[in-house]
């Protein structure tokens, strides 16, 4: 098993930035394709960034394109979303998650095997 918790999360003013960590723990070795995504009441949870096994390859979903870094440190085993030129829209809950054997992280949170907590950012108008 593998335990994700992330931190970072806030209130922050529209127009600033947040840095999200998720902290691997437990057999994470057996760690590939990483994601976050995020979720609000009443919505589906949303792919934002993912990133391949040893992080040569990215990808974010369009609306935080050019916002949002993600990034993995596998010696440390914790990955990161720099989140900058944040929008009230960014609202949410953010979770890691992480996969078992995929290398390329897929955006459907069903295909995740183990999920974090999640951390709440608010980002005010």
């Known amino acids: 098993q593998v335990q994700l918790v992330e931190s970072g999360g806030g209130l922050v003013q529209a127009g600033g930035s947040l840095r999200l960590s998720c902290a691997a723990s437990?057999?994470?070795?057996?760690?590939?394709?990483m994601g976050w995504f995020r979720q609000v009441p009443g919505k589906e949870r949303e792919f934002v960034a993912g990133?391949?096994?040893?992080?040569?390859?990215?990808y974010y979903a369009d609306s935080v394109t050019g916002r949002f870094t993600v990034s993995r440190d596998d010696a440390k085993n914790t990955a990161s979303l720099q989140m900058n030129s944040l929008k009230p829209e960014d609202t949410a809950v953010y979770y890691c998650?992480?996969?078992?054997?995929?290398?390329?992280?897929?955006?459907?949170?069903?295909?995740?095997?183990?999920w974090g907590q999640g951390t709440q950012v608010t980002v005010s108008s």
């Open positions: 998650a992480a996969m078992r054997s995929v290398i390329l992280p897929p955006r459907a949170a069903r295909e995740y095997d183990y």
């Open positions: 437990g057999r994470t070795a057996s760690t590939r394709a």
């Open positions: 990133i391949s096994w040893r992080g040569g390859s990215k």
